[in-house]
């Protein structure tokens, strides 16, 4: 069994910056963050494959927020520019046993979830 920790949310001014962190007990496969706000389901934010040779983003994310993984730590990484209101939400990260690169934007795919980490963007 392996257990997820984010860290590093918190609040931030809409167009700043913060970065999340997932540490996981032992090694994963594929890993992605999901995110959910108030009321809403749980989404897609962004994934990266074991090798990190393969990475993916929501279109409400891409070019702003950058995902990242250092295996020799067990941690993956979620950088985030140019914040905006509507990424205020709880952020997620998953890991996969496999290291297969399917369908990652799918929570079904993922075997272990993190507890999550709260993100406030203030306009």
């Known amino acids: 069994q392996v257990q997820l920790v984010e860290s590093g949310g918190g609040l931030v001014q809409a167009g700043g910056s913060l970065s999340v962190s997932c540490a996981a007990s032992?090694?994963?496969?594929?890993m992605g963050w999901f995110r959910q706000a108030p009321g809403k389901e749980r989404q897609f934010v962004a994934a990266i494959s074991w090798s990190a040779r393969y990475t993916d983003y929501s279109d409400s994310v891409k070019g702003r927020f950058t995902v990242s993984r250092d295996n020799a730590k067990n941690t993956m990484y979620l950088q985030m520019n140019n914040l905006k209101p509507e990424d205020t939400a709880v952020y997620y990260c998953?890991?996969?046993?496999?290291?297969?690169?399917?369908?990652?934007?799918?929570?079904?795919?993922?075997?272990?979830w993190g507890q999550g980490t709260q993100v406030t963007v203030s306009s």
């Open positions: 032992g090694p994963t496969g594929t």
């Open positions: 998953g890991a996969d046993r496999s290291r297969v690169w399917y369908a990652y934007d799918q929570r079904s795919s993922y075997n272990y």
